[in-house]
């Protein structure tokens, strides 16, 4: 077959798209990614990589060289923020026998794009495309068309599957005609980036969350270009708020006083306001055309496991693909990457992340104090802990997903 006929298509050069250009050109499979940005993203988003994630990045030392470029978390705890204290605290440590990393490593998303990238140029079979924006689709029994908007216009390209990881607005998946089923919150999320340091002033721990009816906070550290390094705090936003009121130099401070109060004003070195979906794909697979990441699921990022259920798609969708393309596999191996992670991302992402917020927000003071009293006798029982942290590292759901199989035909 030639290369043309078995080369994969790849819609977004986020970590997810550039995960499945590694995988599949490292075993040799002929690929060309299509980003619509002239290079890579330096945003501020997601940076938690779950013990589970990180099991499945070991090959060339990508998971080391994302400790290196990051910051390693073994600890996270949560905070009651009217009684200013500490309910709760967790250590990854006593998953040592579950993980090679019994911990989270904190590494923004455009550093791990960024090491792949560099990873790629090893491999002159995969072809990055930036400033290429997919805009169509179509396919027949034997091959995937995109059209593509490039610097010199307008291309057609064929392959043997495309893989759409181009984000929560998917042109692969609408162009597909694919369904994104779910919700929007009606709360815009707000993150605020500051130097200040959390841990030296206040002893938080890299990763921290604040239960509060209604004006929950995570707040965690990430290296950026540090030492020393900057802090995120993630807060609710009130609906009824303009954008402009929220990003206003008296609303940001406000905002940051009425959690961590300080004798001066917070030097904010970012402000990004988001709105925020729950929703899944109803496949991730039509024919030739497959979804990861974002395009096929997206969460609340509390608890930080969207941006690790899409790496863990790019893995089991690049495997599935090399043995059905590489090694002549029956097809129905990509019907198995469906059932798979959309049972997952179901299943755990979004009960996981939904429960996440309703234990930081809960309003009932009964309710609320249960769900405290809950974290703090999970947290004294080193069973018990391991058990939530299976679950909240994204251990549970990896096992999960391995042991789906296939109905037989």
Known sequence: MSDEKRRILIAGGGPVGLLCAWLLGRRGLPVRLFDSNNGLQA???????????????????????????????????????????????????????????????????????????????????????????????????????????????????????LIGADGGRSTVRRRSGIKFEGFTWPERFIVLTTPYDFAAERGYCYRSYFADPGAWCNCFKV?????????????????????????????????????????????????NLYVTHQRVAETFRKGRVLLAGDAAHVNNPIGGMGLNGGIQDAVNLSDQLIRVVRDGAPERLLDLYDLQRRTVAIEFVQEQSIANKKRLETRDPQMRQRNLDELRATAADPERARQFLLRTSMIASQRRAEAIALPSE
């Open 43 to 161: 945003d501020p988003r997601a940076a938690t990589t779950h013990p589970a994630t990180l099991d499945l990045l070991s090959e060339d030392g990508l998971d080391h060289d994302m400790a290196r470029v990051g910051l390693v978390a073994p600890i996270f705890q949560f905070w009651d923020r009217p009684g200013q204290q500490m309910v709760a605290q967790f250590d990854h440590t006593v998953l040592k026998n579950d993980t090679r990393h019994p911990f989270v490593v904190q590494c923004e998303q455009f550093k791990t794009a960024r090491l792949l990238l560099e990873r790629l140029r090893a491999y002159p079979n995969v072809e990055v495309l930036f400033d290429h924006e997919v805009i169509d689709v179509s396919q027949t029994s034997n091959a995937v068309t995109v059209q593509v908007r490039g610097p010199s216009g307008m291309a057609s390209h064929s392959g043997s599957y």
């Open 223 to 271: 290296s950026a270009d540090g030492p020393p390094g900057l802090w995120r705090t993630v807060y609710p936003t009130d609906p009824t708020q303009s954008e402009q009121e929220i990003l206003s130099d008296a609303g940001v401070q406000a905002r940051m006083q009425s959690f961590f109060p300080a004798p001066r004003p917070y030097e904010i070195v970012y402000r």
